[in-house]
């Protein structure tokens, strides 16, 4: 019986507002496989990724079923007194093709807002990409 292998890949991580602090750590998971990076200096400038590698998850599936995968990220601001924290969970529906040798992708974006304390109002950006393949 044919299989679909579903692939989600986190590409980027970058942020977008002003004042964004430099101390975050990030945590993304998706059907309950965890990737984290810890708190590191030196980060928060606008629209650098912060991601070295992209790192996959694979997904089991069925051909010629749509399937729901849940991705949840989380970014928090290290500060001497109150962490700056926002999340966000999406499900997304991949559909998995017909037939053996199919395949298809999109990419995928999760913002998550996070409110810094006395600085306002910034985004962290996730860029994934999710393929699916049906393999006989």
């Not at 989600?8 to 977008?16: E, G, K, R, Y």
């Not at 101390?23 to 998971?29: A, I, L």
């Not at 496989?33 to 200096?41: D, G, L, M, N, Y």
């Amino acid at each position: 019986m044919a299989s679909c292998v579903i692939t989600v890949t986190l590409n980027s991580i970058s942020h977008f507002g002003d004042n964004i602090g430099n101390d975050w750590s990030y945590r993304v998971k998706v059907k309950n496989h965890i990737f984290s990076i810890p708190e590191k200096s030196n980060r928060g400038k606008p629209g650098i990724n912060y991601l070295k590698y992209p790192h996959s998850w694979t997904i089991p599936g069925r051909c010629d079923k749509p399937q729901w995968v849940r991705i949840e990220a989380s970014a928090r601001e290290h500060d001497l007194f109150f962490d700056d924290v926002g999340r966000e969970t999406r499900n997304v529906l991949v559909e998995c093709p017909r037939l053996p040798g199919m395949g298809g992708g999109m990419d995928y974006n999760v913002v998550v807002p996070v409110t810094e304390l006395f600085s306002g109002d910034h985004k962290v950006t996730f860029k994934f990409r999710i393929t699916s393949m049906c393999k006989g």
